[in-house]
């Protein structure tokens, strides 16, 4: 079983829509979540970074961390067609100096 | 600008034939990592460097080395390349190795027949 577990999707949503990707560990210890966004042909970039449980918010995205059933998960608001890419969920325990990473899941945002 | 790059972008190759692939940073960047890219897998790092001469296995080291001469560059080296290192490699870099904001290069995408 893996440690992260992502939908792959794909998922196909309308402009406008609220978009919610999700991501579920089994791994007691990550201390610490991101979402990175990753455009085709293109290197992930770090969209939203939690520290343990609660809720974070950059402008259309809310980021949520719940630890007691190991679930993150990430909300677009108001999506648009320019964020149709691959999200990718990653975690990391205290200490640990490497990330792990969901497989990641196509999201696309039809105009 | 701040960049992580790699070269080549693409390549193809016969197994067996030794290649390296360049990755470099200008953000006088700490932690640098190469990472390989499956359908199905996501991410999953091959080597990490803390700092210059400083290098250690990530959960796929088998079939790869890498350096650390400088502090800029941090070649991923494919001695004796196979099928099943056909991926997508990207090579990232961060301040510090605690540092979660990682910046990933473009990508390399490898095919070894």
């Known amino acids: 079983q893996k440690e992260v577990e992502q939908d792959p999707g794909p998922l196909s949503v309308p402009e406008g829509a609220i978009v919610s990707l999700n991501c579920t560990y089994s791994?007691?210890?990550?201390?610490?979540f991101m979402w990175y966004r990753q455009y085709s042909r293109k290197g992930p970039e770090l969209l939203m970074y939690t520290y343990s449980s609660g809720n974070k918010e950059d402008g259309r995205f809310t980021a949520q961390v719940d630890k007691s059933s190991k679930y993150i998960s990430l909300f677009i608001r108001d999506s648009q067609p320019s964020d149709s890419a691959t999200y990718l969920c990653a975690m990391r325990r205290g200490s640990a100096r490497q990330l792990t990473f969901g497989s990641g899941t196509q999201l696309t945002v039809l105009p | 600008e701040a960049q992580v790059t790699q070269n080549p972008r693409y390549l193809i190759t016969v197994t067996g034939k030794k290649l390296t692939v360049t990755c470099s940073q200008n953000m006088n960047h700490e932690y640098m990592s190469w990472y390989r890219q499956d359908p199905g897998l996501g991410l999953r790092q091959i080597y990490y460097?803390?700092?210059?001469?400083?290098?250690d296995k990530g959960d796929v080291p088998e079939g790869y080395k890498v350096s650390r001469k400088e502090k800029r560059n941090f070649p991923l080296i494919l001695e004796s390349p196979s099928p099943n290192q056909t991926s997508l490699y990207f090579c990232a870099s961060s301040l510090l190795p605690y540092t979660d904001t990682q910046y990933f290069g473009p990508g390399t995408r490898l095919t070894v027949l």
């Open positions: 791994n007691s210890a990550f201390q610490y």
């Open positions: 460097s803390m700092n210059v001469e400083v290098t």
